[in-house]
Nanobody, 126 residues
Framework: VQLVESRGGSVQAGGSLRLSCVAS???????????MAWFRQDPGKEREVVAH???????TYTDSVRGRFTISRDNAQFTVYLQMNSLKPADTAMYYC??????????????????WGQGTQVAVSS
């Protein structure tokens, strides 16, 4: 499975960005069975889960983004999205798309995701 994120960007606090991640080299019925997630990482810090969406479309968010970010998926397009609103400087990080065929949506842990995108930078200025 190959995952490719869209380009991130730089915005001012309070602004919005939408990230997308397209999967390739996978069949649709297989992709639709994956847990898909967005993680982020600051230099020197551990990679943290931002949100994930399971095969039934159930979504889970980390506390710091709940109510501001929305994760969604379009299996026919092999795409997962992260709509980010009311962005804060604390949201500045490298964002990664990830896929799991195991327990990713149960644990929310990076080690349970087998496939990763290359990352895309999001910068929020105050």
């Amino acid at each position: 499975v190959q995952l490719v994120e869209s380009r991130g960007g730089s915005v001012q606090a309070g602004g919005s960005l939408r990230l997308s991640c397209v999967a390739s080299e996978v069949l649709e019925y297989t992709y639709s069975s994956y847990c898909m997630a967005w993680f982020r990482q600051d230099p020197g810090k551990e990679r943290e889960v931002v949100a994930h969406i399971n095969v039934a479309g159930r979504t889970t968010y980390t506390d710091s983004v709940r109510g501001r970010f929305t994760i969604s998926r379009d299996n026919a397009q092999f795409t997962v999205y992260l709509q980010m609103n009311s962005l804060k400087p604390a949201d500045t990080a490298m964002y990664y798309c990830a896929a799991s065929s195991r327990f990713g949506c149960y644990s929310g842990l990076a080690r349970d995701f087998q496939w990763w995108g290359q990352g895309t930078q999001v910068a929020v200025s105050s």
